[in-house]
């Protein structure tokens, strides 16, 4: 069964940092396509930074700011957020595709207040 589980969000104010972590487990995490997505209020969920075979991809808003990771040994991909701003605030959700199949974890909260 796969399972992934976050950690490392929380409020902060507009120009501060945090570290967000995922932890992956049931699969083989090194075959796995990994990613962040979020979702703000009234918005769709969208990419935030991933793996794509050896090519990482961080979508333009973050570029500069967010800094995405992978640890296979340790079963984990992080996302180092710098430089937060509001428009950051979202639910953020690390994804795992494994052989086609997507599963998506329980979503964590990041606030960044002005």
């Known amino acids: 069964q796969v399972q992934l589980v976050e950690s490392g969000g929380g409020s902060v104010q507009s120009g501060e940092s945090l570290r967000l972590s995922c932890v992956g487990s049931?699969?083989?995490?090194?075959?796995?396509?990994m990613s962040w997505y979020r979702e703000a209020a009234g918005k769709g969920r969208e990419l935030v930074a991933g793996?794509?075979?050896?090519?990482?991809t961080v979508t333009e808003s973050v570029k500069g700011r967010f800094t995405y990771s992978r640890d296979n040994a340790e079963n984990t991909i992080s996302l180092q957020m710098n430089s937060l701003k509001p428009e950051d605030t979202a639910v953020y959700y690390c994804?795992?595709?494994?052989?086609?199949?997507?599963?998506w974890g329980q979503g964590i909260q990041v606030t960044v207040s002005s």
């Open positions: 994804y795992a595709n494994v052989d086609g199949r997507g599963t």
């Open positions: 793996n794509v075979g050896a090519t990482t």
């Open positions: 049931g699969f083989i995490f090194s075959r796995a396509v």
